[in-house]
């Protein structure tokens, strides 16, 4: 069969994009005139935590729908994505490849082998980047070595333009595929991903660009005028919780970097913190870019030696949130209820572990990565070699949170902790942050027994700091 070459559909290949607007494969595609055939394929070789599969089901599921109403039907399929790939182009007899990039190792060495697709077959195959600023390899220090460090990251990284983000009208159409090609259904897909798993997070999350949109606007309207305040504060919404959206890519961040200066013009201390927090996100991608073996090795080679004690019963009452402390605690139950937790609680989460119950990292950024719905590999990295002091621009080792007065700081009136850690809100103010430290007469008028209704902390942080600083001095070459 000879298919006119000016007839020969397109592929457009959905990854880490879940979105129609701002999506460069997808606007090159439609521009183009050829037949769209959009595919998304459930990696059977990449590493999906439980919160993710639920999103990318129902995130699947309302790109399905938008595509419809433009004309399209979301083919997918499970698989290898080479090999998926294969199949598709020699179905289809496909003239081009169009697909956005994602930055994680697994998928660079995916992407180069798919490139070579193009010498064994007469296919256009492009890439384009629609989920970053700036592309990980274009921001370099004097030397051209990659930075290390924050700042002077951001202040080059600033420099760049941030192009306008490409709008489709709602009454536009894409042109479709004429023929049938097999696609698994969605409950085949919700059976595959084990959505049900997850199906609490239903009371919590609606994934999706539209819901992407309606957040960034909500974001908009107040928070984000106070965000350098709020966003410290847990039982406040002074966040954007964007971050999930993000990382499926049903926003993209050069469409909220142009929304927010649209919006405020004359940015304003708190609005140029938050693009901060934009510019952090594209630091952890350039960090993984330059060095991907940190997903499971320190930066810092010299904590290599660093002497972990990795106790599983003590892992075991972190997970549960179980410690004894509760700011520590209401952030690990709200991390299992939800599928997410405050960046300031996260920090505290990721120090106790750390430095007071010395277990080594890894071992956070795992479970983090499983019940996370922002389970981005770049930035759980990032975070978790930045609290263990052990990363780029990380937090000096002997920087250890105090769960107590984090919680007094930050929860001032146990709000908080009265929610995630509800056995505890009889406590008054004064005692809910160290319930270990309240007089019994306290404990019975607030009906709490403490190693009963409560434990007793697993680990007595002062003492606990003192073996995390000798442990330190036992790294070598730490400085």
């Known amino acids: 069969?000879?298919?006119?070459?000016?007839?020969?559909?397109?592929?457009?290949?959905?990854?880490?994009?879940?979105?129609?607007?701002?999506?460069e494969a997808l606007n090159v595609a439609s521009k183009e005139g050829r037949a769209i055939i959009p595919l998304y394929i459930i990696q059977d070789h990449?590493?999906?935590?439980?919160?993710?599969?639920?999103?990318?089901y129902h995130s699947i599921c309302e790109l399905n729908e938008e595509l419809k109403k433009s004309g399209l039907s979301l083919i997918i399929r499970i698989g290898n994505p080479l090999d998926v790939l294969k199949e598709i182009i020699k179905e289809t007899l496909a003239g081009s490849l169009f697909w956005n990039r994602c930055y994680e190792p697994e998928n660079l060495k995916l992407d180069a082998d798919i490139r070579k697709l193009s010498h064994f077959q007469d296919i256009n195959i492009q890439s384009f980047n629609a989920n970053l600023i700036v592309e990980p390899w274009e921001i370099l220090n004097k030397q051209q070595k990659p930075f290390k460090v924050f700042t002077p990251f951001w202040k080059t990284w600033e420099?760049?333009?941030?192009?306008?983000?490409?709008?489709?009208?709602?009454?536009?159409?894409?042109?479709?595929?004429?023929?049938?090609?097999?696609?698994?259904?969605?409950?085949?897909?919700?059976?595959?991903?084990?959505?049900?798993?997850?199906?609490?997070?239903?009371?919590?999350?609606?994934?999706?660009?539209?819901?992407?949109?309606?957040?960034?606007?909500r974001f908009l309207e107040e928070p984000i005028l106070h965000y350098d305040q709020a966003r410290d504060i847990p039982d406040l919404f002074g966040t954007s919780r964007l971050s999930p959206y993000l990382h499926f890519g049903e926003i993209s961040p050069r469409m909220i970097w142009h929304t927010i200066m649209t919006k405020y013009r004359n940015s304003n201390a708190s609005v140029e913190c938050y693009l901060r927090q934009l510019a952090w996100r594209e630091f952890a991608h350039h960090l993984l870019y330059h060095f991907p073996e940190t997903v499971n090795v320190p930066l810092r080679k010299e904590f290599l030696d660093f002497p972990w004690k990795n106790d599983k019963v003590q892992l075991k009452a972190w997970q549960d949130g179980m410690t004894g402390y509760p700011l520590v605690d209401a952030g690990m139950r709200e991390l299992k209820a939800t599928g997410w937790m405050h960046n300031r609680v996260r920090m505290l989460?990721?120090?106790?572990?750390?430095?007071?119950?010395?277990?080594?990292?890894?071992?956070?950024?795992?479970?983090?990565?499983?019940?996370?719905?922002?389970?981005?590999?770049?930035?759980?990295t990032l975070g978790w070699q930045w609290v263990s002091g052990c990363g780029a621009d990380a937090a000096p080792y002997f920087r250890i949170f105090n769960p107590t007065t984090q919680a007094e700081k930050f929860d001032?009136?146990?709000?908080?902790?009265?929610?995630?850690?509800?056995?505890?809100?009889?406590?008054?103010?004064?005692?809910?942050?160290?319930?270990?430290?309240?007089?019994?007469?306290?404990?019975?008028?607030?009906?709490?027994e403490l190693g009963l209704d409560y434990p007793k902390p697993i680990v007595d942080h002062a003492k606990a700091r003192l073996l995390a600083l000798d442990a330190l001095k036992q790294t070598k070459g730490y400085d």
């Open 1 to 23: 069969m000879v298919i006119n070459e000016e007839l020969k559909p397109a592929i457009v290949w959905f990854r880490q994009d879940l979105r129609l607007e701002d999506n």
């Open 46 to 56: 990449l590493k999906l935590g439980t919160s993710s599969r639920w999103w990318i």
């Open 159 to 217: 420099k760049f333009d941030v192009k306008k983000p490409e709008s489709l009208t709602k009454s536009f159409k894409f042109k479709s595929y004429f023929k049938n090609i097999h696609s698994e259904s969605l409950m085949s897909l919700k059976l595959i991903l084990k959505t049900e798993d997850a199906s609490q997070l239903k009371n919590y999350w609606k994934p999706g660009a539209s819901e992407a949109k309606q957040m960034l606007n």
């Open 349 to 380: 989460v990721g120090s106790f572990l750390v430095k007071d119950l010395l277990i080594a990292w890894q071992y956070g950024a795992d479970f983090f990565f499983d019940k996370l719905v922002d389970a981005d590999l770049a930035n759980n």
């Open 412 to 448: 001032p009136d146990g709000n908080y902790i009265k929610k995630w850690v509800p056995e505890l809100a009889k406590l008054p103010a004064k005692w809910i942050y160290e319930p270990f430290s309240a007089p019994e007469m306290i404990l019975k008028i607030a009906d709490l």
